[in-house]
T-cell receptor
Framework: QQQVKQSPQSLIVQKGGISIINCAYENTAFDYFPWYQQFPGKGPALLIAIRPDVSEKKEGRFTISFNKSAKQFSLHIMDSQPGDSATYFCAASKGGGADGLTFGKGTHLIIQP | DAGVIQSPRHEVTEMGQEVTLRCKPISGHNSLFWYRQTMMRGLELLIYFNNNVPIDDSGMPEDRFSAKMPNASFSTLKIQPSEPRDSAVYFC?????????????FGQGTRLTVV
């Protein structure tokens, strides 16, 4: 049973455009929702995270929108740049991250110059 | 700090051989996680430790897999005997359990190929 569903699998966006990646979760006990960015040959690195008592969190060009009633959250990348080309994973965890992360399958993002 | 250090970075072994992957956590981090990444299944949590004690190993796929954390500075993931379907990238991640909503830091991974 896939507890965190992520879409799309791949995404191509023009430079300067907005990249949007969506995730949905099933377990209402999840209370910590991070997004990780992974470049080829590297480990995932935290990009931004949110708790369910907040509907939106913004850090620079990256914004998480969270809809608790729908059990959905999304990542928006504004003014997308070629350097943003990577694989993005949404994740969810209980205990504020203490119990390990359940990851979505990932989105391969390509920003075209 | 040098971050989470994993070794080796690449491992090629023959089916049936024993494989040992190693992880050195960030100093002061008291939670350690082992993940496996494949194209088909994505990133999966295998096992995690708190203060060197295994807490949840429900993600370990078979009895061929075992993990230990003999002290706060070192953990191993062992596969014995290895099979071609074990080919994957294995990541170790660590975090400070005393701080809620803080990130887990990942190592660079070990790419395992079983032929």
């Amino acid at each position: 049973q896939q507890q965190v569903k992520q879409s799309p699998q791949s995404l191509i966006v023009q430079k300067g455009g907005i990249s949007i990646i969506n995730c949905a979760y099933e377990n209402t006990a999840f209370d910590y929702f991070p997004w990780y960015q992974q470049f080829p040959g590297k480990g995932p690195a935290l990009l931004i995270a949110i708790r369910p008592d907040v509907s939106e969190k913004k850090e620079g060009r990256f914004t998480i929108s969270f809809n608790k009633s729908a059990k959905q959250f999304s990542l928006h990348i504004m003014d997308s740049q070629p350097g943003d080309s990577a694989t993005y994973f949404c994740a969810a965890s209980k205990g504020g991250g203490a119990d390990g992360l359940t990851f979505g399958k990932g989105t391969h993002l390509i920003i075209q110059p | 700090d040098a971050g989470v250090i994993q070794s080796p970075r690449h491992e090629v072994t023959e089916m049936g051989q024993e494989v040992t992957l190693r992880c050195k956590p960030i100093s002061g981090h008291n939670s350690l996680f082992w993940y496996r990444q494949t194209m088909m299944r994505g990133l999966e949590l295998l096992i995690y430790f708190n203060n060197n004690v295994p807490i949840d190993d429900s993600g370990m796929p078979e009895d061929r897999f075992s993990a230990k954390m003999p002290n706060a500075s070192f953990s191993t993931l062992k596969i014995q005997p290895s099979e071609p379907r074990d080919s994957a990238v294995y990541f170790c991640a660590t975090r400070d359990r005393g701080r809620l909503n803080t990130e887990a830091f990942f190592g660079q991974g070990t790419r395992l190929t079983v032929v």
